[in-house]
């Protein structure tokens, strides 16, 4: 996460132009799946936090994706179902790149 001033001249994606509501992006539809979201109030950061540390291959366990996901608070203590949403949008992102599942 960083303040968006330090960010001036770069290209920043949002929650927002991450993915369409008729094609999700994977993450965002892990969420779905596995009930990430809950209230809602935290789910922006969170699902870009996930695609961050995925596509930066820190989701090798639990206890990396825990640690990277650790600057986000989640006020409905959803962190069982976002864990089970990073993992699943992780495997995806893996098989994507080895061509697809085996």
């Known amino acids: 996460m ?4 330090m960010q001036e001249g770069r290209r920043v994606t949002t929650i927002e132009g991450l993915g369409t509501p008729e094609s999700p992006h994977a993450v965002q539809s ?11 109030f935290c789910t922006p950061g ?3 936090s ?8 820190h989701a090798g366990s639990d ?8 600057g986000n608070l989640c006020r ?9 949403a990073v993992r699943t949008a992780a495997m995806a992102n893996a098989d994507a790149v080895a061509g697809g599942p085996s």
Do not use: N
């Not at 960083?2 to 001033?5: G, Q």
């Not at 892990?30 to 809602?40: I, P, S, Y």
């Not at 206890?63 to 650790?70: G, T």
């Open 2 to 5: 960083t303040l968006a001033i």
């Open 76 to 84: 409905c203590a959803a962190y069982p179902g976002i864990l089970a």
């Open 63 to 70: 206890d990396e994706i825990r640690e990277w996901m650790s």
């Open 46 to 48: 969170q699902v870009m």
């Open 50 to 57: 996930a695609v961050a540390l995925i596509s930066e291959g």
């Open 30 to 40: 892990a969420f779905v799946e596995h009930d990430g979201m809950q209230c809602g």
